[in-house]
């Protein structure tokens, strides 16, 4: 399965890097790229970044070069359902990115202050392309279950965690005041139903 997870790896930074960016130009006039900003915002883009290029490229590239599985991993069905997974989260990743407009930035800009997504797949969860991404990992781990690639996913879950809980949440806290905090109040942080935050008052 090491060849379809780079095929699929190469899917997604086609659609991550060139066709998401692409659709956003024509939309908006711009392409939504954003620089993080400070140490820790690069710190946990570095993170999510590694920890995909792990699972997508790294891994695969060992087990092709003869580095062999985990025990207890290697099975088949495992790595079928691991390439299903990932297949799938790459396209939730794409379209959960669409349903976000004009709102949509590669990373928080802190001088913006883009519209709050609250329907489609945000209804459902208020991360929801995290969500996709860290299962995308997982996927690739599954279908190449070696020490990189569970390195990576390990990677990709920290940075994820990192980047909405100490910027894009406390950002978009900022920005929107109440109206983010009773949406935080209804609706999880990256599984239904989990994460929701208690109501308080809006800062100034």
């Not at 990992?137 to 940075?159: K, Q």
């Not at 990192?162 to 920005?175: A, C, F, G, N």
Request: charged share 15%; proline share 6%; glycine share 12%.
């Amino acid at each position: 399965m090491a060849a379809w997870a780079l095929v699929l790896f190469g899917v997604f930074l086609l659609l991550d890097g060139g066709v998401r960016i692409a659709v956003q130009q024509r939309r908006t006039g711009e392409s939504g790229v954003r620089r993080p900003a400070g140490v820790f915002h690069w710190c946990a883009r570095l993170a999510s970044a590694l920890g995909g290029l792990a699972a997508g490229v790294a891994a695969p590239a060992g087990a092709l070069a003869g580095l062999g599985p985990l025990p207890g991993l290697d099975r088949p069905a495992l790595r079928v359902a691991g390439v299903v997974l990932a297949a799938v989260s790459i396209a939730a990743v794409f379209a959960c990115q669409l349903a976000m407009g004009a709102s949509w930035r590669t990373t928080v800009d802190p001088a913006e202050r883009p519209a709050l997504v609250t329907s489609g797949p945000f209804s459902l969860v208020r991360n929801p392309i995290y969500t996709a991404l860290t299962a995308m990992t997982a996927g690739l781990a599954l279908a190449v279950p070696n020490a990189i690639s569970v390195a990576g996913l390990a990677a990709m879950a920290i940075g994820n965690e990192l980047q909405v809980r100490r910027i894009e949440e406390p950002y978009l806290k900022r920005i929107h005041g109440d109206a983010w905090q009773e949406y935080a109040a209804r609706t999880g942080r990256f599984v239904p139903g989990l994460g929701r935050l208690r109501r308080t008052a809006a800062s100034s």
